[in-house]
T-cell receptor
Framework: QKEVEQNSGPLSVPEGAIASLNCTYS??????FFWYRQYSGKSPELIMS????GDKEDGRFTAQLNKASQYVSLLIRDSQPSDSATYLC???????????FGSGTQLTVLP | EAGVAQSPRYKIIEKRQSVAFWCNPI?????LYWYQQILGQGPKLLIQ????????DSQLPKDRFSAERLKGVDSTLKIQPAKLEDSAVYLC???????????FGSGTRLTVV
């Protein structure tokens, strides 16, 4: 059974701070890793993908991957109230490359 | 490009009734997925299609759920008969290939009473 674990939160940070979201996964053969943002009542929206060890930066978002530790994280710099949402970690594995999702971390950025 | 289209947006039915959801993926996307998202949880895969063939339906409760993707484009997901625990958002997603992330539709929120 492939598992993806996230801290459920809620996580609260002040506006302008760095928000750090963490995720671990059980399948060592996982190949691709994604972060989705989901606003309340909306569908998940892809914000970051990462495929190799290290950091990947896109604007205020940085994804970090450590396959040896089976750990992936998302850093949001200069957090804004509009970043308040649930962040879902998703991991792709197996020949079918399906995404297995964590339960999400609810982030609140306080003005 | 147009996104993934789903309908209806909301559906309320009584237990033991049947219901069907429709999905039209992004043009050219060969892979289509149906996910179930229960409130407070992450999406859970129900079925994956590659063109009009089923790749994985191991988590689909086949005694009550069925899905098809005719002609490798549109897809329907059916529940018959519905149970209270089927109350969830049903998300359709598509991807160009199996390497990248998915694009999700707006989902269908099902309430079974």
């Amino acid at each position: 059974q492939k598992e993806v674990e996230q801290n459920s939160g809620p996580l609260s940070v002040p506006e302008g701070a760095i928000a750090s979201l963490n995720c671990t996964y059980s399948d060592r053969g996982s190949q691709s890793f994604f972060w989705y943002r989901q606003y309340s009542g909306k569908s998940p929206e892809l914000i970051m993908s990462i495929y190799s060890n290290g950091d990947k930066e896109d604007g205020r978002f940085t994804a970090q991957l450590n396959k040896a530790s089976q750990y992936v994280s998302l850093l949001i710099r200069d957090s804004q109230p509009s970043d308040s949402a649930t962040y879902l970690c998703a991991v792709s594995s197996g020949s079918a490359r399906q995404l297995t999702f964590g339960s999400g971390t609810q982030l609140t950025v306080l003005p | 490009e147009a996104g993934v289209a789903q309908s209806p947006r909301y559906k309320i039915i009584e237990k033991r009734q049947s219901v069907a959801f429709w999905c039209n993926p992004i043009s050219g996307h060969a892979t289509l997925y149906w996910y179930q998202q229960i409130l407070g949880q992450g999406p859970k895969l129900l079925i994956q299609f590659q063109n009009n063939g089923v790749v994985d339906d191991s988590q689909l409760p086949k005694d009550r759920f069925s899905a098809e993707r005719l002609k490798g484009v549109d897809s329907t997901l059916k529940i018959q008969p519905a149970k209270l625990e089927d109350s969830a958002v049903y998300l359709c997603a598509s991807s160009l290939d199996r390497l990248g992330g998915y694009t999700f539709g707006s989902g269908t929120r099902l309430t079974v009473v």
